[in-house]
């Protein structure tokens, strides 16, 4: 949990996703405002439904996924989030921890609730380079690229 002061809205959130189980994805439209729009490297979606049906899909893809927030700072009805996304592939190697970094900006509504979530994170760096044949094909290209 982040150590400074953050508003309750923010601190709701924050606490929503770093326990965030397959259980408590209903809970998605008391966190979501109705319109939300929702974006990442592979999604763009709005409305609680479609967000609640991708972290869904995270539960059934990943095996124990979790986000701990690592920083947050907030003003003007937005927040800036830093995490870590830690996870083990429910195939291949399933046994080894998994660890994504990625930030996300939160656009708030008057009620509280989020109306913009957008993802950062180097889907091609942090995701794709841990799959066991593409992540040699890149380290390939990427030692090809350099020279």
């Not at 986000?67 to 989030?81: D, K, S």
């Amino acid at each position: 949990m982040i150590d400074h002061d953050v508003s309750p809205a923010l601190r709701r959130v924050i606490a929503f996703f770093e326990s965030l189980r397959p259980e408590d994805l209903p809970a998605i439209a008391q966190i979501y405002a109705d319109d939300a729009r929702f974006r990442d490297p592979f999604s763009d979606v709005r409305g609680p439904a479609a967000i609640e049906a991708i972290f869904s899909a995270m539960f059934v893809r990943l095996e124990a996924p979790r986000f701990v927030i690592t920083e947050a700072i907030e003003g003007n009805e937005q927040a800036f989030l830093a995490w870590d996304f830690r996870f083990r592939f429910r195939r291949g190697d399933a046994a080894r921890l998994q660890r994504i970094q990625g930030a996300t900006l939160l656009r708030f509504g008057p009620d509280g609730r989020i109306v913009e979530h957008r993802d950062y994170w180097d889907a091609a760096g942090e995701l794709y380079a841990k799959l066991p044949f593409v992540g040699a094909l890149m380290r390939w290209l990427g030692r090809r690229m350099a020279h």
